[in-house]
Structure formats: C-alpha cells, structure tokens
C-alpha cells in the first residue's frame, strides 16, 4: 500500500547510456514533482507535473525529460548520462497548492 | 528569489537532551513553513506545518512557531530520542515552489 513508489531502488551504469526512473502514486494527488538531492543532502526540485501538464521546469539540462502518461504517473528519462549526475532523485507527490508533499524512498543514481 | 538557511550539522545529542535546530528563511509575502525529516534510507516526510504567522506547528514532541518578525522557524524538542536521528530539512513555500534548506544531521546517543 506504498503511497508513492519508485523504481529501480538503486541505478549503476556508464557514463553515456540512457535510463528511466518510474514513480507512481496511489494517493489520488494531482501534482507530482522530481527532486534531486546532491551528496550534501541539498535537496533542488526540477520537475513538476499537474495533471499530466508541465507547470515547473527549472534549470534542468534538456538531457532530463519527465513523461507523465496519467496523474498518477510520473518518470523521468535521463540521456547521455555524466559523472555529474549522479545523486539522489526523488518523485513526490501533493493533493494541491500548500498540501503537504509525500516522497518516494529515492533511486541512488550512480554514473561510473 | 526564496531561500531557507538551517543550522549547519551534524548535531550530536545525548538521549534526554533539548532540541534546537534554527531555520532562517526570506521570501516575498507570507509563504506556508515545514520542517521534513528524512531517516536512512527513506524519502521526506512532513514532520510539522505553519501556515501564518504565530502559527505553531507540533508534532511527536517536536514544536516549532512561524515568527514573521524574525523571519525564522526554530524546530526544538523537549527531549530527543535515539529514535529521533535523521536529518531534518526546513522549507518555506507552497507544494508547487517549496525551498529547502540544506540539511542538519541530528544524531542522538544512548
């Protein structure tokens, strides 16, 4: 009955390949966003999605694109991946404006 | 822009002791205060809110009061648990914009 998951749990691959991370939420919520945390916890968000619609993109490198195929459903496909970006990205997900987030457990990404 | 500037970590208590991790935030208007909590291996959860000044959020002996004047978000506790370690991240905003601090390592000791 996990509220929001994401898969894989942990991601080791080359630099170079491409990967997706899947998220999905089960609480109903109509936003839905990606953060990324850096080694020194520094949390920054860089996606959000209401209702299927982009409404947040921030400084992101056009290497990282977000699908959300439903509302309840929110990946991330990162191309040509670099040393750089490895961290921790986590989905979340909130019923509306100044609703509490609810975060997924994390994917530690690791580029080698 | 917003930012939230907290108490650089880690901190390390001995069980029993109080509790204060200061948080700092400037933003336009009035914006919704949080402190989230993140244990090993976990994503955030949300520990306490404050919508308006004076406003005091609590939470499992956790308290913690929006003060406008100061522009602060002070998270403290009575008396902290082993239980209690994890990293505590203050933010400000709402759920579509939320800014978060960077982090304070609490480690507590038997």
């Known amino acids: ?112 | 822009g917003n930012s939230v500037t907290q108490m650089e970590g880690p901190v390390t208590l001995s069980e029993e002791a109080f509790l204060t991790i200061n948080c700092t935030y400037t933003a336009t208007g009035y914006p919704s205060l949080f402190w989230y909590v993140q244990y090993p291996g976990e994503g955030l959860q949300l520990l306490l809110k404050a919508t308006k000044a004076d406003d005091k959020g609590s939470n499992k002996g956790f308290e913690a009061t929006y003060r406008k004047e100061t522009t602060s978000f002070h998270l403290e506790k009575g008396s902290v648990q082993v239980s209690d370690s994890a990293v505590y991240f203050c933010a400000s905003g709402s759920a579509r914009q939320l800014t978060f601090g960077s982090g304070t390592q609490l480690t507590v000791l038997p």
């Open chain 1, 1 to 112: 009955d996990t509220a929001v998951s994401q898969t894989p749990k942990y991601l080791v691959t080359q630099m170079g390949n491409d990967k997706s991370i899947k998220c999905e939420q089960n609480l109903g919520h109509d936003t839905m966003y990606w953060y990324k945390q850096d080694s020194k916890k520094f949390l920054k968000i860089m996606f959000s999605y209401n209702n299927k619609e982009l409404i947040i993109n921030e400084t992101v490198p056009n290497r990282f694109s977000p699908k959300s195929p439903d509302k309840a459903h929110l990946n991330l496909h990162i191309n040509s991946l670099e040393l750089g970006d490895s961290a921790v990205y986590f989905c979340a997900s909130s019923r509306m404006v100044d609703s509490p987030l609810h975060f997924g457990n994390g994917t530690r990404l690791t580029v080698t």
